[in-house]
């Protein structure tokens, strides 16, 4: 971003821009962030687990995040139980930090799960899906033969807050989208 936005509409417009190009473009910043998931059988006394996802689709109209996952994954199970999630992205390039609360859905069958692994189920990254061993599971020495399509699955996470925070030289600036009416804030 060459020119600060000025008004709540223009960054409001400019992060869904951001997060849509971020799922297309590998190199992105935002392509790979955090999801922190509510864990009550975590060793963390706060009971949160973080691991970093990436971003495959983004869409301002649905407001929806799309992010692929095994089945077995831990995450899986706490969001089938505690769907309140939230992503953090940061971007150096534009110095924006995007916290976004999501809830989350897990989808492993029907034709929006068919139609992403019909897209990659020929490259490299389908072998992350393919083992016969949960994700996390001890290995004994051995690589475990490639499995089936089963344990792909999607997070449809659907964006009900955005707190946007932009560091800039000339100061910082934040603002939240998405509970209530659009507002600055104090960063």
Not at 19 to 44: F, G, I, N, Y
Not at 118 to 136: E, F, M, N, T, V
Not at 160 to 175: K, Q, S, Y
Request: a neutral charge.
């Amino acid at each position: 971003m060459n020119q600060r936005l000025s008004t709540l509409n223009e960054v409001e417009a400019a992060i869904w821009e951001e997060l849509e190009r971020s799922a297309r473009d590998r190199s992105h910043p935002w392509r790979t962030c955090v999801l922190a998931t509510a864990a009550p059988d975590s060793h963390d006394q706060a009971g949160v687990d973080a691991r970093l996802v990436v971003l495959r689709e983004a869409d301002a109209a649905t407001r929806r995040l799309l992010i692929y996952t095994d089945s077995r994954a831990r995450k899986v199970a706490q969001m089938r139980a505690h769907p309140a999630a939230t992503l953090v992205l940061w971007s150096t390039t534009i110095g924006w930090q995007l916290r976004c609360s999501v809830r989350c859905e897990i989808e492993d069958n029907g034709l929006t799960v068919s139609s992403r692994w019909a897209r990659i189920k020929l490259s490299p990254g389908a072998q992350d899906y393919l083992s016969p061993l949960a994700p996390g599971t001890a290995l004994d020495g051995q690589t475990p033969a490639a499995g089936q399509r089963e344990n792909f699955a999607l997070i449809i996470a659907t964006v009900t807050r955005i707190d946007w925070m932009e560091l800039n030289a000339d100061g910082h600036r934040r603002a939240v989208f998405g509970d209530g009416p659009a507002r600055w804030v104090q960063p």
